[in-house]
């Protein structure tokens, strides 16, 4: 059960966890991170310290409210401490993902008016010092590894400079923050959370304290969450999913949150803190899988048949469980398959996994399925950057894969004639920032159109079928809009069509019709033999060229939009073939069906890893 039954606001939140929650439980934990490979704990006490003097230097630097902050860093307790400071001070703080270039940086800071940043280590430091003069409201930056502070930088901080100032500060100012708490209202701004638009060009998502609070209300009272809980947290908690489920969820319910220290030491942080909960995307279970599955695969064929029969009790078991009728036979196999296969499984996770909270992404009914099998629930949701975030969601006692399961609590959602999931309720967003004709196509008569098909199945369940544009949404909950990028790769004299994968996977792969022209005109020069034109595409040489010319334009992307697989097409997209339009457009789904073969190729050798 929730600690607070109902808040307005997060700092009221977070005054009931410091003034009230955490003096009645002094010795209790609201965090813990990877310090020199221990497990450090973080009570009440230190959090409302650190928190407050923080926000107090904050204030020194001219820090006011409805100033916006920027925050890029990777999960860390000085994310929440920064986070509390700005919110409390009444303030708005503008989370920016750790993987972004510089010039994405720039272009969030300028739109977004921040008047500092605060980043993590030297390598965020190096991006914004790169663009700094370029942004005109920026006044300065402070930066949370103390090591990575450099000497002579002007209007530079770390952030044991800025709460050594809070503390002169509060000499004078004793009841500064307290009060700033005081005047928080439900209606101001809270954060603004920049995503990806059709163009590319990021939209910033403005969040009041009232749609954060009522999601995470919604979501308190929709599943069995409380004190006895650890969370490991491994998704960036600057995406609205990890920050709402994964950070003040777990904060209000009074649970314990872990921060891994990176997605590749996930595996051994399960193991170490065996959470009770988790949030997490597709990408992490298709990892898990793809592991069990490799390992199956390497074993005899005697213990292959007893892991594949053991996996079919455990389908069988979980569904006659739902049913309330489980026979006495099934339950005795089950006891035997738990004990040689799936109790094994779940070791892997740390032995004490009641449920994964599943987002960002649509999550594959087998998958599903086979966690469940296993004794781990999955229970997805739905919900965007604009609706902060939940929509509907399975929950624990009423679920089923293959949907997105039932509207929360306060939302409403209902279905347009063209088959559009409209949705209405708290959590909606105000609108874009500075971008009043997005928002009004976006929000009509006080509906959120999400972009996205989807049906109501007769059980009430949400049923995604498509998206309404052809932004992409990979596995791991990246919004991803293809033209830009497909654009920039088409700059390449190699390149005369390409085709950018990526919709619900795991990372971006390409079809590329090379340019034969330039091909021939390469081969000759470096006397690469070669009958046909179209036999160049088999050539190792051909391969490692269009691979340097992809690592060219790999310089301006961030991570997740560089393309690690692609496979080379001896014959261009046409009209006449049904591949693209009259005016030129692709045809998406026509290609990816007639390549389906060649797409799975592509994805199939990290499967196996």
């Known amino acids: 059960m ?65 100033d916006k902050v920027s925050i890029i860093s990777e999960n860390r307790p000085e994310w929440v401490y920064s986070d509390m400071a700005i919110l409390g001070l009444g303030a708005i703080d503008v989370p920016l993902y750790p993987s972004l270039t510089s010039e994405s940086i720039e272009f969030i800071i300028n739109n977004s008016d921040s008047v500092g940043i605060i980043c993590s280590t030297k390598l965020q430091l190096n991006k914004i010092l790169k663009i700094r003069n370029n942004c005109r409201a920026l006044k300065f930056i402070i930066v949370l590894n103390e090591k990575d502070f450099v000497a002579g930088t002007p209007n530079l901080y770390t952030i044991k400079d800025v709460q050594e100032r809070g503390k002169e500060f509060s000499t004078k100012n004793k009841f500064y923050f ?27 998502v403005m969040l009041t304290h009232k749609n ?20 490991l947290s491994f998704l960036p908690v600057c995406h609205i999913f990890e920050r709402v489920g994964g950070y003040y969820m777990a904060f209000a319910a009074g649970a314990e949150v872990c921060y891994a220290q990176s997605i590749e030491t996930v595996a051994n942080d399960l193991q170490e803190v065996k959470p009770t909960l988790m949030t997490a995307v597709p990408r992490l279970f298709e990892r898990i899988y793809a592991k069990v599955i490799k390992n199956v695969e ?71 399925e086979f966690f469940e099998a296993c004794g781990m629930l999955i229970v ?18 009423n679920y089923k894969f293959g949907t997105v399961g039932k509207p929360y609590p306060s939302v409403e959602i ?19 920032y500075k971008n009043k004709k997005e928002t009004d196509e976006t929000i009509k008569d006080g509906w959120l159109h999400t972009g996205d098909i989807g049906v109501f199945d007769a059980e009430g369940f949400l049923v995604i079928t498509d998206r309404k544009k052809n932004l992409f949404k990979t596995s791991s909950g990246k919004y991803i809009a293809p033209t830009p990028l497909e654009n920039l790769f088409l700059a390449s004299k190699y390149i005369d069509q390409f085709v950018l994968i990526g919709d619900k996977r795991m990372f971006l792969s390409a079809l590329i019709v090379p340019d034969f022209e330039a091909l021939k005109e390469y081969a000759d020069s470096h006397k690469i033999k070669y009958d046909k034109p179209e036999e160049l595409i088999e050539n190792q040489e051909v391969t490692d060229l269009i691979e340097n010319e992809l690592q060219k334009f790999h310089k301006s992307l961030a991570s997740y939009e560089k393309v690690r697989k692609f496979a080379l097409l001896s014959k261009p997209f046409s009209i006449e073939g049904g591949e693209i339009t009259p005016s030129l457009k692709l045809k998406r789904g026509v290609i990816e069906e007639r390549y389906k073969s060649l797409i799975e190729e592509m994805y199939a050798e990290l499967n196996k890893k």
Request: proline share 4%; with cysteine; net charge positive.
């Open 2 to 66: 929730p600690l607070l039954k109902s808040f307005k606001t997060i700092p009221e939140l977070y005054e009931f966890l410091t003034e009230n929650f955490g003096k009645n439980n002094p010795n209790r934990f609201v965090m813990k991170h990877k310090v020199d490979k221990e497990w450090v704990g973080i009570k009440y006490s230190q959090l409302k310290e650190e928190t407050e003097t923080f926000a107090l230097g904050l204030a020194s630097l001219g820090v006011k409210r409805g």
């Open 178 to 204: 307290k009060e700033n708490i005081r005047l928080c209202r439900e209606t101001d701004l809270a954060t603004i959370i920049y995503t990806s638009g059709t163009t590319g060009e990021p939209k910033g």
């Open 212 to 231: 954060v609070a009522s999601n995470i209300i919604d979501t308190l009272n929709s599943y069995p969450i409380g004190s006895n809980d650890v969370f």
């Open 298 to 368: 390497a074993q005899p064929a005697k213990k292959q048949k007893i892991f594949y029969w053991a996996l079919n009790i455990g389908l069988e078991y979980r569904k006659a469980k739902r049913n309330n009728n489980v026979p006495i036979a099934l339950g005795v196999k089950q006891k035997i398959a738990d004990a040689l296969v799936l109790k094994k499984i779940r070791m892997r996770t740390g032995g004490n996994l009641r449920f994964f909270i599943s987002g960002g992404a649509a999550l594959a009914r087998e998958l599903g």
């Open 380 to 397: 997805e949701g739905y919900g965007l950057t604009e609706s902060s975030p939940v929509l509907s969601a399975n929950r624990f006692d």
């Open 414 to 432: 209902k279905i347009a004639s063209d088959g559009e999931i409209l949705a209405r309720g708290p959590n909606i967003m105000q609108g874009y």
